[in-house]
């Protein structure tokens, strides 16, 4: 076999990871729920902080805390699949009829490797994303920003050990949140 | 700081033909107009002739330790500042400038020495008064009198038990007449668990978001609505409870009386259950031991503390307007902000023993998220029938047809008793029929008083 | 289900001083203001006056051929379920459950055994009765009428041809005097292209998109607007015709009067064209022999069938308010729902006859895509036309200047013939002048009544 | 093109209560209510009382140099076309089709011979005259008389030194009576640097955003603000005046008195700086050789020609209702046209001395680009205070507290000297003050003027 | 000539192919109308189907179908051809002055290939785009979906053979559709 | 070391580019400025220009000029700085509290390289954005168009040289342009 030449292996591995999001894009928007679970990993976190207005100069209270105060989600695989769970019950109303819902991500970044080099087993990776929803007959919801995901190697394939989720919003400005980031 | 009033309806501009509210709402015979819940006018004469008279809720005495600590909230449509003066005192303050009305106070929490305006300067200390003004002595020389135009201070201000409430009505009651025998059940939420006064707090994070219905919908809903199972169907299903069943652990319900209990004459209202005076509560929480063990030794205390009075427990309810304690877990105060008559801004603060162990807090939080606001499992199917009833009701003919609230109508004592247990309030035990509307005639009663009150002499003598 | 009305203008809130209609719509001089299409208050009364008491196009028989079919639908601003109930008959319903006025049928389409309200789950049958209520005996015990407590459903319904009607008001006429000598006009687009009555279905996906003007621009744009070539000049270029040119084969043009139709004391107009007694029907879409050869075969059938009428073609029309036929290829129906004083919601279906080949329906099909709604290459410009022209209709100085509807004022017989054929309606021959606004004064003469207007027996009497 | 008016007011639909300015506007206490800020009704009255009669700025002559050029602008609202018709005259036109009200001229600028309305093809040529009308003879006959349907044209309209200025009411002064005493400021923004009469020109690129606030927010600020220094702290830290100091070189501001100039009859207000009369100038722009050496040169010029006067230097003022000048560095013409009670769209216009060098006009365009509009480093807080300081005024209780202007309350002169030399217009002099608020109760009370007086007979009375 | 591995290959065609899809973007931002026909084979099929609301399991009446039903484009390269040919008249009002538009395009996914491997024919590709539209004084549009291409290698080069577009709405919320997906 | 084949160069070249791009807008999306500004050449041209609604067959009139006409930006690297700097003073109320701002990046492409081939040391690139922006309680604007950005190579990494961005929106639908593009 072909040895990989270090450049291209960098790019192969941004290449894996881009098409790791954007398959799971697919998964979401296709109402592919169980699959899409199946990308995290059992110990999975899914934290989506809120965030205040607060003076420039005071950064560190902007965002309420992993594992401390209310979130949006500060969540582990098994509220997710509770969520799942609840969405093809066919009796969850926010859900009947489906929304129509796009993920577009953008932004992909490689923050991080471990071990460096040809094939870590683990990569910090961050997107930013514009969730678009509609539904009914007009009713729309615009959500953006950023995502940062580590992936771990698992058996050949990525998954999802933990993710941030950092809404550019304070005031949520949509009545519900009944799909995923 | 009494300036005497130039507003619209005395100026002109708004129609004055009274709107018959007693035709619109007849809560004696169960009947609802839908013109109430989406007519741009009975909008407009409802931020006057309640949310400017009403008390309501503000915010926390544990959002506020310190001297100089702030948090910015609202009262009706319009921004207020809670903050605690550097002696110490509490006040809530209108969030504008007496100049030409910049928002002083831009962020949602903080520790300030003052609130200085970013247009022209004028600083407003802590206390509210006008402290500092750009060349006071060389631009305004005897003519600005500062002892006038400090912040616009509400006109009553009460703390109880840690929750701060405000009104800008000063001839309306004292804030605890204002609550009268409805004390009792608001207890339910802000006692510790185990029966000891107060010594609840706030877990930082408040859950703010805009939903599409008239503010009166969760309103009405949180006071008493045992009725709409139907809605979390898929939360039974799915199960979510802190022992993974069904909604919650039921030790409350089970064995126990189910009571709504309403004040009509005051408009609050909460969903109670009244143990069996002779039954022990069933264990709960059986997947989390310490969690269990904690509610086991709470329940050990209260029935000490409280006596006869431990087997009361509470659910949601409404403080008239628009705050609705949640007293059972997951333990939560809302408040549902008017944005015109179609909008509704929801704030949901969530609330535990201060000095439960954190392994007790964090397993509550996490019930709470997976609960409730618009990220919760079971709240979330609220916020899609609240806005598409509201959506509904907006049309010409559908205006025709007022809602239905006979459900229980004319039942309910106001003498209730059991085994000699007392409990105040208009009270009607729905162990069999499941649910009753009383909580919600209770709420539009009181509705109609506001709505046609000319003054708080009127609205106290109901 | 007579629940006397609450509403506001009985109840106080909106001004109550009447509107000088004559003086804002001088059809005599053919002048008309514009504050009719920009009026938040005009447009409020249009709900009550028109929407609620004319006859409104609901959908066709063929989107329901099932028992427990339902499709969803509107009539002014308000959701509407057209349904089969499980005995075959149609009904028309508010789509807005009696209890808390929850929207109780989500989807656009489908078939049920009932509609479930998901707020607390009433469940109406689909003839609107209530039928399940949850814990009815328990917690209404007699107190609820389930009777009294159906969905609402509209005061009459009827079904012609295909199409479903209905309106809110039980003293309106029967929809055929409602129609009265319009019957023959909308028929050219009921009826088969061949002369055989009734026999045209609808083509699945219905148009649905929003557009930022009065309704009334686009029904009096269809109620005969022959003078806006300049409008579709861009189409006249690049040549959208079955036969590649232009944008139809104008084989129903040549060699014929063009009439405008209109009924003043109705409100219905279309545009149509009468061939020469002596004078053979030119081929058409020469492109594709069969489509060609199965119009050949239609117009053959037509004349044996209609004898001297086969030589009335029409065209686009109006069904006053907002319903209008355009009875001639691409042939299709419009309805245009009110959404605001500007905003429209337009909804367009595409008929065909049932039983053309497969290849005609797919011919006719490709062509009325090109052709018209959103992505029609024609009204694409009427879109841009109605939006700015409505825009520019808004200002304090524009609404003073009345637009101008002169073109062939007084003109027209309501006796017309031709070679022994008699026509109905009050008609303009424009060979000559290409074009003529009889059937916009028609419009607006008609709406003048309805808003002027106390009740029907008042509407009747012009 | 008189036609007699049919709108709403006259027609009903709009509450008909007069409103009591002289209680909302209290200029003589320095007290204004929020209402005339945010009250939808106030709102609407403006558009009739002030836009439809007042002088508005339209554009510039530099804007339209050919026959046949054509700018779009607006008046309040309404979009209005200013044409160069093939004669060279000047026309101001509403943009609105007289048939059915169609935008006919949809671009922001060009050179036409007419203007084609897209709907219909009626043609207007560049004088506003109606020359096309399709089908005329055949589908009008003598119907329509073309001669009382061309563009609807501004009742007045008057070039002065380049700019020009409309007002729709023929009962309106003159423009030069409209204006009145602050002819000596206005003439300080359009006269070239060195005393020339006229001599500015616009270089291209018109700024347009929107604002969220009531468009007197900014005319107000405009008109004589010299207290939000706090409002631009950040710009004089950071330095982006033509020496990389401050905001600007102080040169006409040092060893000058500082006068607020408001004419209260009329409503213009400007900031003005007076030299000592025996100081020389101070010199500026260091940084760049050629343009302080341009400079230098014109203020010796304008010695010269100016003789005493060359000591008065201009700031931002506001010619009422809505235009502002800007007279001195960067020189600028801003116009607020209202877009509502809430929100304004701002135009900003900027000027330089025609026969400038190259090398000055760019240094002078860099410097307006940093300092001004949207993206200007000093501007951007004025939009944010504006923004918030209307957002915090709309509630129930922030309208009961009016506003305080009682800086400089009762103070000024009308017979303004200084070594001889006098000065138009109720002066005050703040060289020692900082700031008054002179200028503010300038502009209101002719606000207050407008808004109640019925024609321009009562408004000239003032 | 080298010879290109085959990880190489897989990247050089996921580039070519995200790299045709802006330059397609590209061609319709900047109304380069004509050039952009060309990227279509003369037998494509250009469809956007209408979208209904129904219950999540009753998926397959969710689209109108192409070739059957009334659809938003159900087009081939002639009426594309006299789309374009409209605009240039100069007197498509819905279109003068022009909008102003901009194609975003994310998630490029590469689904299927024929033959599989280093050079196929015939790639399956699914994106998502943003469309923004801004016209007049402040009229604004924000369509945002799918799309998935057939795309052919025809001369060395790519055309667009099929093209669906799934726009997540199911009312139109824009007043005309005068610009292409 | 090896030698890398001209197709990865190419493949690498882009994946740079992007990679450039996605860290700028991560700078200023984290608010960390000064960085940003360390991104631009001295002699750096940032220029925004304002766009008139005139006919399609007169584009030439469509912008206002670069170092001409007024725009909405014409900056040397000398205002750029002042304007991180206003926004460090603490006192630049419009950034108090701070804006939550998204930059989405997408569309990049390639237009020329300088010299052309493997190591070109200019290069143009045209990308797409959207640019959020919400902040206080509900405050919102999405901003949408095109960069052309003139890339240089110095010392090893890329700067950009000149700037050209194209907002699609003829009247700004923002009250400031605050942020940057
Ligand atoms: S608005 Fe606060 S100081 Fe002027
Ligand atoms: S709203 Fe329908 S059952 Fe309550
Ligand atoms: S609207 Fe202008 S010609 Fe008809
Ligand atoms: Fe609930
Ligand atoms: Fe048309
Ligand atoms: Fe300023």
């Known amino acids: 076999m072909s040895v990989v030449p270090p450049e291209l292996a960098r790019l192969l591995l941004k290449e894996e990871v881009e098409d790791f999001l954007y398959r799971e894009a697919e998964l979401l928007d296709e109402r592919r729920f169980e699959e899409w679970l199946e990308l995290f990993t059992e110990d999975v976190r899914y934290w989506m902080p809120m965030r205040r207005n607060v003076p420039a100069d005071e950064p560190e209270r902007e965002f309420t805390r992993e594992g401390r105060d209310v979130n949006w989600f500060d969540?582990?695989?098994?509220?997710?699949?509770r969520r799942v769970k609840q969405i093809r019950?066919?009796?969850?109303?926010?859900?009947?009829?489906?929304?129509?819902?796009?993920?577009?991500?953008?932004?992909?970044?490689?923050?991080?490797?471990?071990?460096?080099?040809?094939?870590?087993?683990?990569?910090?990776?961050?997107?930013?994303?514009?969730?678009?929803?509609?539904?009914?007959?007009?009713?729309?919801?615009?959500?953006?920003?950023?995502?940062?995901?580590?992936?771990?190697r698992v058996d050949g394939g990525w998954k999802i050990a933990h993710r941030k989720i950092v809404l550019d919003q304070s005031v949520l400005l949509a009545k519900n949140l009944t799909f995923f980031f | 700081m009494a300036i005497e009033r130039v507003a619209m309806e005395d100026a002109g501009g708004h129609p004055t033909r009274p709107i018959d509210f007693a035709?619109?709402?007849?809560?004696?015979?169960?009947?609802?107009?839908?013109?109430?819940?989406?007519?741009?006018?009975?909008?407009?004469?409802?931020?006057e002739q309640i949310f400017a008279r009403a008390w309501l809720f503000i915010g926390h005495e544990s959002q506020i330790p310190r001297a100089g600590d702030f948090v910015a909230s609202f009262?009706?449509?319009?921004?207020?500042?809670?903050?605690?003066?550097?002696?110490g005192r509490v006040h809530v303050f209108l969030n504008s400038c007496r100049h030409r009305g910049m928002k002083v106070c831009r962020y949602d929490d903080g520790n300030t020495v003052e609130f200085l305006c970013p247009y022209h300067g004028?600083?407003?200390?802590?206390?509210?008064?006008?402290?500092?003004?750009?060349?006071?002595?060389?631009?305004?020389?005897?003519?600005?009198?500062?002892?006038?135009?400090?912040?616009?201070?509400?006109?009553?201000?009460?703390?109880?038990?840690?929750?701060?409430?405000?009104?800008?009505?000063?001839?309306?009651?004292p804030f605890l007449d204002y609550l009268g025998g409805y004390k009792l059940y608001l207890d339910l939420l802000l006692d510790a668990w185990d029966g000891r006064e107060g010594g609840t707090e706030v877990i930082g994070g408040i859950h703010k978001w805009l939903?599409?219905?008239?503010?009166?919908?969760?309103?009405?809903?949180?006071?008493?609505?045992?009725?709409?199972?139907?809605?979390?169907?898929?939360?039974?299903?799915?199960?979510?409870?802190?022992?993974?069943?069904?909604?919650?652990?039921?030790?409350?319900?089970?064995?126990?009386?189910?009571?709504?209990?309403?004040?009509?004459?005051?408009?609050?209202?909460?969903?109670?259950?009244?143990?069996?005076?002779?039954?022990?509560?069933?264990?709960?929480?059986?997947?989390?031991?310490?969690?269990?063990?904690?509610?086991?030794?709470?329940?050990?205390?209260?029935?000490?503390?409280?006596?006869?009075?431990?087997?009361?427990?509470?659910?949601?309810?409404?403080?008239?307007?628009?705050?609705?304690?949640?007293?059972?877990?997951?333990?939560?105060?809302?408040?549902?902000?008017?944005?015109?008559?179609?909008?509704?801004?929801?704030?949901?603060?969530?609330?535990?023993?201060?000095?439960?162990?954190?392994?007790?807090?964090?397993?509550?939080?996490?019930?709470?998220i997976r609960y409730s606001g618009p990220s919760g499992l079971t709240e979330q199917d609220d916020m899609e029938n609240w806005n598409y009833a509201h959506a509904a009701s907006r049309g010409t003919i559908a205006r025709q047809y007022p809602y239905n609230y006979e459900m229980g109508l004319g039942l309910g004592t106001d003498a209730f008793e059991d085994h000699g247990l007392k409990l105040?309030?208009?009270?009607?035990?729905?162990?069999?029929?499941?649910?009753?509307?009383?909580?919600?005639?209770?709420?539009?009663?009181?509705?109609?008083?506001?709505?046609?009150?000319?003054s708080w002499s009127e609205l106290k003598a109901r």
């Open chain 2, 23 to 47: 035709g619109l709402v007849d809560v004696e015979r169960g009947a609802v107009s839908r013109e109430i819940f989406v007519s741009e006018e009975i909008y407009r004469q409802e931020l």
């Open chain 2, 211 to 368: 939903i599409p219905c008239n503010w009166k919908f969760p309103a009405e809903n949180f006071s008493g609505d045992r009725y709409h199972g139907v809605s979390h169907r898929s939360v039974d299903m799915v199960g979510i409870g802190p022992s993974g069943k069904g909604r919650r652990d039921m030790q409350e319900r089970n064995e126990a009386r189910w009571l709504d209990v309403t004040f009509p004459e005051l408009g609050h209202s909460m969903i109670a259950f009244l143990r069996n005076h002779d039954s022990p509560l069933a264990p709960a929480y059986q997947d989390a031991p310490i969690v269990a063990e904690y509610f086991r030794r709470c329940e050990e205390e209260r029935q000490r503390r409280r006596g006869e009075y431990w087997r009361l427990f509470g659910g949601p309810g409404t403080v008239f307007p628009n705050t609705s304690p949640l007293a059972r877990q997951p333990r939560t105060l809302a408040v549902w902000h008017p944005r015109g008559p179609h909008q509704t801004e929801c704030w949901r603060i969530y609330l535990v023993d201060a000095d439960a162990p954190a392994e007790v807090k964090d397993f509550l939080r996490h019930y709470y």
């Open chain 2, 424 to 454: 105040p309030g208009l009270i009607l035990d729905v162990t069999q029929a499941n649910a009753s509307e009383n909580n919600q005639r209770g709420f539009y009663g009181r509705w109609r008083h506001f709505m046609g009150a000319a």
């Open chain 1, 75 to 81: 969540e582990g695989k098994d509220t997710l699949t």
């Open chain 2, 75 to 87: 009262m009706g449509e319009e921004s207020v500042i809670l903050s605690r003066d550097r002696g």
């Open chain 2, 122 to 173: 004028w600083s407003y200390a802590t206390d509210g008064t006008l402290v500092g003004v750009p060349f006071a002595k060389d631009a305004y020389g005897e003519q600005l009198d500062k002892s006038r135009w400090g912040l616009i201070e509400v006109a009553q201000m009460e703390s109880y038990k840690g929750t701060i409430w405000a009104t800008w009505d000063r001839s309306a009651p």
């Open chain 1, 89 to 152: 019950t066919g009796v969850h109303w926010a859900e009947q009829p489906p929304s129509r819902i796009c993920h577009m991500v953008s932004n992909v970044q490689i923050l991080a490797m471990t071990p460096d080099g040809a094939s870590p087993t683990e990569v910090t990776v961050k997107s930013r994303f514009l969730l678009y929803r509609n539904r009914m007959e007009t009713e729309t919801d615009l959500l953006v920003g950023k995502r940062e995901d580590l992936l771990r």
